[in-house]
């Protein structure tokens, strides 16, 4: 194998003359070359530069930076920082002289590396943030048998009653829903719980301590440290797991498996849990007095997960998850796929997320603030907006979700469920400013400017809203249903073939020709799709003022 020249050899003679030239322009070539030398004699000690020498450089970097209201403004505070929070996941990565500095540090900085709901650290601190991610991955990676509860435990998730018993469970388990299953226990801050299965299915993901699987290390604010949810191997017989933080306990199913599968845990708090169809009224009466600080209230369509707290007053959640599970219903009714789910949507309440204010996946994540909103059936009858907009994201699809509708279209489901099930329509939910674009929009009509063009999300929302109050939800569903059945070549490739396919299937839908309406609002389509739908009378709102100018020029076309 050939060997790359080195820096100076790779060099051309010609380019560099020696210094022994007398002329000026020879002189000056010389100087030049002289300093090119010792660029790459410096770039070349930089890349030498151990990773070890490098994180404790970064380190001494943030014991010698003065914490201020604010977070760091100097870059090289933001980049050492950046590289110890990335470091500091890999304890193997780290040297003995960067681990002895960090737990020199930690033992100084005990309080100030500690994060509370009352008391987070926050980004303007970056020693402590570094110091708190370091002691967050060692205490996840002690042994089980060695694992202790950790000090923020007792404050989120929350502490686990001195008299609360031990117990042993079974349960058994159906392999052909995917995703988490609740063994009915909790695990105390530090102690290991015993799981024994008697077969362990191929691919078997694990199990999980913790509900609470966000990371939020990218978060500015830590009210907990980042990561307090682990997840472990499963394996057929005994399995010994722990979690310093505590926690719900979960198998963790993989899609195709099937069959069913009991499990046995010990050494577990009771957790209380609630089944809709399966959990009666009087068992309900016991079980949500169970001590451990987490419970769960499940349908077969979406699991709710909140501080026990909560539910303790809770006298019947019957009807409470008979309601969410018409949510799950209505949203499955407006995307057009199966009432019937796979597995059931999860929503988490958490001290703090990895990102927004509430947002979707599996888990659907929300803040602690809301959790007595999930379980309150007046509050959710009365209408609300986040918990149904992030159940939206996840019924999203992104053939009819073009460039710019993403907080858009997901909306449809919060106007759906809030006009469907709690008898709100569009103009009694979300905000004023939302209820006021009826006549911003008409206001820039009447200045010959475009709608869509303000990128206002409650502006291009009405766009939507406009075709419901005209047409209504079924052809809405028509279309949705149309495009679940498209074959692969079908599909929009780009954002263009999106906005065309939205605008030929929804005017076909109707009826109408929607393409004027489409370039008044200046949602940009071809002209050959505006062109196919010639055939079809043309449809505008009859509220707008048609003297406007870009409403004339779109009906002129």
Known sequence: MSRAPSARAARSPSACPSSAHSTRAGVMRAWSCHNLDMLLLVALGL???????????????????????????????????????????????????????????????????????????????????????????????TPVGETKAFRTATHFPGAVPEDATRVTRTVNVGLAVPGRHLLVGYAAPGEVVTVRLQQAPPGMTGLR?????????????????????????????????????????????????????????????????YVRGKTSDAEWQLERQAPAPWAELATDKIILTVPSSEIRDLDDPGKLMAFWDDVMDACADLAAIPRTRTRPERMVADVQISAGYMHAGYPIMVPTGEARNMVDLAHLRNGTWGFFHEIGHNHQNPDWTFGGTSEVTVNLFSLYVNETLCGKRWNQVWSAGFHESPARVRALLAEGKKPW??????????????????FGWEPVKKVFAEYGSLPAESRPKNDAEKRDQWLIRFSRAVGRNLGPFFEAWGVPTSDSARASLRDLPVWLPEDWDSHGGNLEAAVLG
Not at 60 to 68: C, D, F, R, V, W
Not at 94 to 120: A, I, K, N, W
Not at 125 to 134: E, F, K, N, S, T
């Open 209 to 273: 301590i913790g509900a609470h699987s966000d990371d939020i290390q990218r978060r500015d604010s830590w009210p907990r440290p980042p990561r307090i949810s682990k997840r472990f191997a499963a394996r057929v017989g005994e399995n010994r797991i722990s979690n310093p933080f505590g926690g719900l306990i979960y198998l963790e199913v993989p899609p195709g498996s099937r069959g069913s599968l009991t499990v046995e845990v010990s050494n577990v708090v009771p957790a209380a849990q």
């Open 47 to 141: 890349l030498s530069q151990s990773p070890a020498q490098a994180d404790l450089d970064a380190l001494t970097a943030l014991e010698a930076y003065a914490p201020t209201q604010s977070a760091p403004e100097a870059a090289s505070i933001r980049d050492a920082e950046a590289r110890l929070l990335e470091r500091v996941r890999n304890l193997t990565a780290l040297s003995p002289e960067v681990t002895g500095r960090l737990d020199e540090l930690l033992s100084e900085h005990v309080e100030r590396s500690t994060p509370l709901p009352d008391r987070p650290i926050r980004p303007n601190d970056p020693l402590a943030r570094v110091l708190c991610a370091y002691e967050n991955a060692k205490v996840l990676s």
């Open 453 to 470: 063009d303000t990128g206002d999300l409650a502006i291009r929302l009405y766009m939507y809203v406009q075709l419901r109050e005209k």
